[in-house]
């Protein structure tokens, strides 16, 4: 990998078509020879000349040539378990709970849709391009122009800023179920004074940080919390079973429930979540070839850690498992412990995602208000402190309405992690002509993503708006 012999003999293979499908993930793409279009009416030799002169030209560039202080693949991989393994990881028994044990093959489908989708977004970094493009609103820039910069932007603010609702909703109600349980009498503190707190904490890291250094660690401390309450729930959820407590007897099982496949596909896909980031990911690589072999092997230790608490964590609790599962523990050090795990990785984590919308919008207010970026140190603080306050205080507002995290998180993961996920980079691909000579088997792959993208997207909308409201009736 990134030797002088691979390199040459990448470049001496050439097809009419980069496949994200491949699994070869040294592919080359070799400046505008991506591009060539092999006309079949063409002699061999004609073709053959085509490419040999455009090697030999110094003005191709290799857009995957390695580079030098780049990270290896193992720490790309490390940050792409970062990234992905989060919070959604507490909703995966309630959705295989939802499905039937139907569940459990979503999670494939789902690691599947995402390996696939993955791929193909970031060959849409190289695609009908001189130049790699640097961002996920980028490629929705070249591929869908205006409209799709727009949507794309949308799409993931409107992500960044419910998940970062959905931390303060989860932080709040388990510090809330930490204090009750360790108190004598009971006592139950509303839930929104635990939000405001949740909020100031969020809001005091978000106005002192001006830049995202500090993500790398928290990201690795948020990975770590979430193994640690994976291996934690097996562990409570094994020891319910053999003692056959109160909470495992009597606990039904289905074996599919087709009518909510669709909010249980749009949780589930919520878990495998990240493609917002997957363009700075593999820009940060030193070989950037090996970015479908990152991926992957991320993925899987994902999908590792998704069945074993979906899987044991439905067995044991069936019908009565609740999102987050944290919430089916019985009272206890393993309940504190993975109660206190969760809160500080979403309180850690919060920060990060605010700060990330905020320099989305602070940056769009630049291109609009160049005056935006100068002043002096205080005023360019009270310039990033005002929207970073007032994003803050609706996050807090909404966290307090709408204190729940289950169907919030189904809501939320039905209209965005289907949408940015699955349907937008192959929206992506086939614009800038990534299916343009592909198989029949991958278009139709790639027809049922949609398909099944689309259905997940608005059935589960559906059924979590009803949730929802039935939440508010209680």
């Not at 209209?415 to 991958?442: D, Q, V």
Request: neutral net charge.
């Amino acid at each position: 990998m990134g030797t002088a012999a691979e390199s040459k003999q990448e470049r001496s293979w050439f097809d009419s078509r980069t496949s994200a499908t491949s699994t070869e993930s040294d592919t080359v793409i070799v400046g505008s020879l991506a591009n060539i279009d092999f006309n079949p009416l063409d002699s061999a030799k004609h073709d053959q000349e085509k490419v040999f002169s455009d090697l030999n030209n110094p003005d191709i560039i290799d857009l995957r040539a390695d580079r030098e202080d780049g990270v290896s693949t193992f720490k790309a991989c490390s940050s792409l378990v970062c990234v992905i393994a989060g919070t959604g990881t507490l909703g995966m028994p309630y959705a295989v709970a939802q499905s039937g044990w139907l569940g459990s093959v979503i999670i494939v489908l789902a690691l599947l849709m995402s390996a696939y989708t993955g791929l193909v977004l970031i060959e849409s970094l190289y695609l009908d391009s001189t130049k790699r493009r640097s961002s996920f609103q980028e490629i929705a820039q070249d591929a869908y122009g205006r409209i799709g910069h727009h949507l794309a932007y949308f799409v993931m603010a409107f992500g960044l800023f419910g998940v970062v609702v959905l931390y303060v909703i989860l932080s709040s109600t388990l510090s809330q179920a930490m204090v009750r349980d360790r108190t004598e009498n009971g006592t139950d503190v509303p839930v929104y004074v635990y939000v405001i707190g949740c909020s100031v904490f969020v809001w005091a890291c978000l106005v002192l940080t001006k830049t995202m250094k500090e993500i790398a660690l928290l990201s690795i401390l948020g990975a770590v919390a979430t193994i640690g309450v994976v291996l934690i729930t097996a562990g409570v959820s094994f020891a319910e079973m053999a003692h056959r407590s109160a909470a495992v007897v009597g606990a039904t099982h289905k074996l599919v429930d087709w009518s909510k496949f669709p909010v249980s596909l749009a949780t589930i896909s919520f878990a495998y979540g990240g493609n917002s980031v997957f363009p700075h990911v593999e820009g940060s690589m030193r070989y950037p070839r090996s970015w479908s072999r990152s991926l992957w092997m991320a993925l899987w230790v994902c999908f590792a850690l998704y069945s074993l608490i979906a899987v044991v964590g439905y067995h044991a609790f069936g019908h009565r498992t609740v999102s987050p599962i944290l919430n089916n523990f019985p009272h206890g050090i393993w309940s504190i412990l993975a109660n206190t795990l969760i809160t500080a990785h979403v309180l850690l984590a919060a920060p990060i995602l605010m700060t990330s919308l905020s320099v989305m919008i602070e940056t769009s207010i630049a291109q609009r208000w160049p005056a935006f970026e100068h002043g002096s140190t205080v005023q360019q603080f009270f310039k990033r402190a005002i929207p970073r306050t007032v994003s803050m205080l609706l996050v807090g507002l909404i966290a307090s309405v709408v204190p729940f995290f289950g169907d919030m998180m189904d809501l939320l993961s039905s209209l965005t992690s289907c949408l940015s996920g699955f349907m937008m980079p192959i929206g992506f691909y086939y614009k800038l002509g990534g299916l343009k000579n592909s198989h029949r088997w991958e278009k139709l792959w790639v027809l049922f993503i949609m398909v099944v993208g689309t259905i997940a997207t608005v059935m589960g909308t559906i059924d979590a708006v009803r949730h929802l409201a039935a939440d508010f009736q209680k």
